[in-house]
């Protein structure tokens, strides 16, 4: 299956707010509540900052907040700080098996 | 605290074996499934496959099948990843990472970064 799609880049000043697409079909994205959305700064593991499209778990600030509409899901980012400059890739279960999972591309977020 | 400690760096020659592993800790290893994942240099990431090591049942994506062997050691809280011939193509950080909830990757190992070259 491809990947999801995502904008190569996104930007925004301290204080704003960003949000990021990805886009998949109805056999991923779109048929199963189960995006999830992963923050990853240079030389570092990911780490998991959304999941089930819009939960946050443990020790994620309220400012990362997910979404979706049919076949796309976003990831929201409230008021901007520097240390959210990172690249950020969704993920959504695929369905084609009970184990199938698909990433996008990822996006990288520049705090201007 | 849960944490997934993975193997150190390696430098292979191309036609070279090479198994890597990811060693769980704070958690039940045998009840989670432990999912491995390239990152090519500069690149996004990719699902590999996953394995359940309380019985070894393992799902490979179709884009790594019959390329690596996913196994695991429930003894030992170990999960491998495992290739019988490198390639060059093969140069990439491999992460391991544990399922959480809904279908979520929750902890991650730091890395293996493996270079292939002659």
């Known amino acids: 299956q491809s990947a999801l799609t995502q904008p190569p880049s996104a930007s925004g000043s301290p204080g704003q707010s960003v949000t990021i697409s990805c886009t998949g079909t109805s056999s991923d994205v779109g048929g199963y509540n189960y995006v999830s959305w992963y923050q990853q700064h240079p030389g570092k593991a990911p780490k998991v900052m959304i999941y089930e499209v819009s939960e946050r778990p443990a020790g994620v600030p309220d400012r990362f907040s997910g979404s979706k509409s049919g076949n796309t899901a976003s990831l929201t980012v409230s008021g901007l700080q520097a240390e959210d400059e990172a690249d950020y890739y969704c993920?959504?279960?695929?369905?084609?098996?009970?184990?199938?999972?698909?990433f996008g591309g990822g996006t990288k977020l520049t705090v201007l | 605290e849960v944490q997934l400690v993975q193997s150190g760096a390696e430098v292979k020659k191309p036609g070279e074996s090479l198994k890597i592993s990811c060693k769980g800790s704070g958690y039940s290893f045998t009840n989670s499934w432990v999912g491995w994942m390239r990152q090519m240099p500069g690149k996004g990431l990719e699902w590999m496959g996953i394995?359940?090591?309380?019985?070894?049942?393992?799902r490979y994506s179709p884009s790594f099948q019959g390329h690596v062997t996913i196994s695991a050691d429930k003894s030992i809280n170990t999960a491998y990843l495992r290739w019988s011939s490198l390639q060059a193509s093969d140069t990439a950080m491999y992460y391991c990472?544990?399922?959480?909830?809904?279908?979520?990757?929750?902890?991650w190992g730091q890395g293996t970064l493996l270079t292939v070259s002659s």
């Open positions: 394995i359940y090591p309380g019985n070894s049942d393992t």
């Open positions: 990472a544990r399922r959480g909830e809904a279908y979520s990757w929750f902890d």
């Open positions: 993920s959504s279960f695929a369905g084609s098996n009970i184990l199938n999972v698909v």
